[in-house]
């Protein structure tokens, strides 16, 4: 029985163009930032993402991290909607490692609310509150089901914090499936940020690395942080070939996966509609919430039914679709799904 594997989209493999032009890279040594292949991927995302300058990074992990430690002033705090990656999946780094704080904003499916985003901003120290550092937004938003933020959501956020002096990272680990789904370009997505990341290696099928773009001095600035944490890849422009490839060819078909997510999540509404909202799948997720049985005997459960996904908490699953899944698949997915459904639920 073959596995049908809907963890996440960072299980592509890539493509037999990317592996040609990885092989074929011209190479350089990065930390000297001579690695050519490198800074010409480094240039196109910054001209796709509509800013002057980018680094290349590992991980999007590592990519919000280097941002925080670029923007952020020890001791500060940084404002996020409270089921942000950066906040749920980056391990603390902000506390451990940049010396600030955090503060869990409510939101609406990753939209803060505006209210309390400008109550929470503080410019400066104060008697009894610390200084924001940094505004962070998340699009699309993996937690609430790939969801994209309005254009005038950012805008409106963006407002508030620059009119405080604050600045407003965007982690765009999707961002081009934001871009796909609303048909707005990613470029004016995050025209009002100051930095954004985002990565080659989900649903653009490279095998590693991210992006984090910005002003140049900016960007300058990252590339010290970057080395910091053990960023800095050497002859990396292996990785940055197929991130070129990734670009250049990947961008567009993500509207497969999106096509494909709306239509597991139709056949998964359809076993029970308690399960899952089909108006929630806007990009590539698809959130099934578990009306009875434990996460861990679903999930124990879907695996020995060949139906691998994550839970990313208790009594809720994720199911991530992505360019190795097709539309046989999706029907297979939610086949095996109603079988396990059955069994667990009467």
């Known amino acids: 029985m073959q596995t049908i594997d809907l963890r996440s989209d960072t299980t592509t493999r890539p493509t037999e163009v990317m592996y040609r032009a990885m092989r074929e890279a011209e190479l350089g040594d990065d930390g000297y930032h001579d690695d050519p292949t490198v800074n010409r991927l480094e240039e196109v995302a910054a001209a796709r993402l509509g800013k002057e300058a980018a680094v290349f990074v590992p991980s999007g992990t590592a990519a919000n991290l280097t941002a925080i430690l670029t923007h952020g002033r020890r001791g500060g705090e940084v404002l996020a909607e409270a089921q942000a990656h950066i906040l749920r999946s980056e391990m603390g780094g902000m506390a451990a490692l940049a010396g600030l704080f955090h503060r869990a904003l409510p939101g609406t499916r990753g939209q803060l609310d505006l ?13 009894n509150r610390i200084p924001t550092a940094m505004v962070g937004l998340e699009t699309s938003h993996n937690a609430h089901s790939g969801a994209v933020l309005p254009l005038a959501h950012i805008r409106e956020v963006a407002k508030l914090a620059h009119d405080q002096g604050v600045p407003l990272h965007i982690d765009g680990a999707r961002v081009f499936n934001a871009q796909i789904a609303s048909g707005v370009p990613a470029k004016e997505i995050v025209a009002d940020a100051d ?17 984090l773009c910005g002003s140049a001095a900016f960007i300058e600035r990252a590339r010290g942080f970057r080395r910091m944490i053990g960023g800095v890849m050497r002859q990396s422009g292996v990785l940055a070939a197929a991130g070129l490839v990734a670009l250049d060819q990947m961008v567009d078909r993500l509207a497969d996966d999106h096509r494909n997510a709306r239509r597991l999540a139709e056949l998964v509404h359809a076993i029970d509609p308690r399960l899952t909202d089909p108006k929630a799948a806007e990009t590539n997720i698809v959130m099934v919430d578990l009306p009875a049985g434990s996460t861990e005997a679903w999930l124990a459960a879907l695996g020995e039914a060949g139906l691998r996904c994550n839970s990313p908490r208790k009594g809720r699953l994720r199911f991530v679709t992505h360019r190795h899944i097709d539309a046989s698949a999706v029907e297979l997915a939610a086949e095996r799904f109603g079988k396990v459904y059955r069994r667990m639920v009467n």
Do not use: Q, R
């Open 195 to 211: 930095s954004v990341s985002f990565c080659l290696s989900k649903g653009l099928s490279a095998p590693v690395g991210s992006l």
């Open 115 to 127: 209210e309390t985003l400008a109550e929470a901003i503080s410019p400066a120290m104060k008697p």
